[in-house]
Every structure is written in structure tokens, then in C-alpha cells.
């Protein structure tokens, strides 16, 4: 379980398993759990009702999973403008959430649910990304695990992103050759 304080609100990030697949491994979901410091919930939030398991690019066999962690949520954090940014490794994407309803408002990544077009990125987009963050430009920074990529790096990413006209332009990259994170 991970925190992350908020002024007056913490943010929790837990996986849990819940279900049955096909009579084998259990599937886990990522969930998010918002609550002022008087405990009222502020959000509650699960993947399984907001991102569907088919947009996992998960490879259960090859990485030999007891479990099946179809979304493998690895950080959560809060945005300016009172929604939330959501890493989820497993579907290639970084999301943004709505700080209110919990309804997913955008997709970007190498994944299946991608929205955005990559301007200036010799990549087109991240892989099995961690650590997405605004910054204090409204910029996005994060690591890019570089998985899917032609080239086996991992590269620290900026960019500048345009949600209206679903661009996300890539405005720094520091890559490390010699270096793939899993």
C-alpha cells in the first residue's frame, strides 16, 4: 500500500486479488481509496470497473504469473486541476482519472487504449511505464521501462500535453542504453 499526502487528503494505492481466471491463477485489480483526514471517502475507485482486462498486454505464461495482475497500478498521484494521474504498468498507459465520478478521461501509452499521438518522440510513446508526475509546468514526467521498444533502454520522459488535441510532444529525454528497467 503506498500513500502520498495531499494537503488534507491521502491517496491509497492497493492490488488485491479477487477473482477466478479460467480456474487458474486469480486475477488482481488496481484500486484507489480517497479519504479527507476525517476518513470521509472522497473517491473510491477499482480498475476492474473502469478499464477492461482485455487492454492488458500482460504476458501470463511467459512471465510465469500465480497471479494475473492484469493492471499492475504503480503510482497514483494528484493533478492541478483536481483529478488524478494513473500508471498502470500492464496496459502500457498512464491514465487520468476524474477526481469526482472515478471515470477514466484519458488513455496515453503504447497500449491498446492509447488516444494521444506522439509528436517528436523517435519512439512513439512509453512501455510498461512508472512514476508518472505533473509538473509544476503541467508538463508530465515519468519513466519509460522501454519494454516494447526497438531498442532494449530506459529513458526519463517530459512532455508537453495538448488533451484537446490529444498530442502529447515530447520536450526531454534522458535515455540509458545500457540500462532496461523491468
Not at 492490488?15 to 476518513?39: C, L
Not at 475507485?45 to 510465469?64: G, R
Not at 510498461?128 to 533502454?153: F, M, P, R, V, W
Request: glycine fraction near 6%; avoid cysteine; aromatic fraction near 12%.
Amino acid at each position: 500500500i503506498g500513500v502520498i499526502p495531499i494537503f488534507d487528503v491521502k491517496v491509497y494505492s492497493i492490488v488485491y486479488e479477487t477473482v477466478d481466471w479460467n480456474g487458474e491463477p486469480r486475477q488482481a485489480s488496481g484500486a484507489i481509496y480517497i479519504t479527507d483526514e476525517e476518513g470521509n471517502v472522497l473517491l473510491e475507485w477499482d480498475s476492474y470497473d473502469h478499464v477492461p482486462i482485455e487492454l492488458s498486454v500482460a504476458p501470463v505464461e511467459d512471465w510465469s504469473m500465480r497471479t494475473y495482475d492484469y493492471f499492475h497500478m504503480n503510482n497514483v498521484t494528484p493533478l492541478s486541476d483536481g483529478n488524478y494521474l494513473v500508471s498502470a504498468r500492464h496496459t502500457q498507459t498512464i491514465m487520468k482519472i476524474d477526481g469526482t465520478t472515478g471515470d477514466v478521461l484519458w488513455h496515453m501509452g503504447k497500449g491498446r487504449a492509447n488516444e494521444f499521438t506522439f509528436i517528436d518522440d523517435p519512439y512513439n510513446g512509453f512501455s510498461h511505464q512508472h512514476a508518472s508526475y505533473e509538473l509544476d509546468n503541467g508538463n508530465i514526467l515519468l519513466l519509460d521501462n522501454g519494454l516494447d521498444h526497438t531498442q532494449k533502454l530506459s529513458r526519463v520522459l517530459e512532455y508537453k500535453v495538448d488533451e484537446v488535441a490529444k498530442t502529447a510532444t515530447l520536450v526531454f529525454s534522458k535515455e540509458f542504453p545500457t540500462y532496461q528497467a523491468y
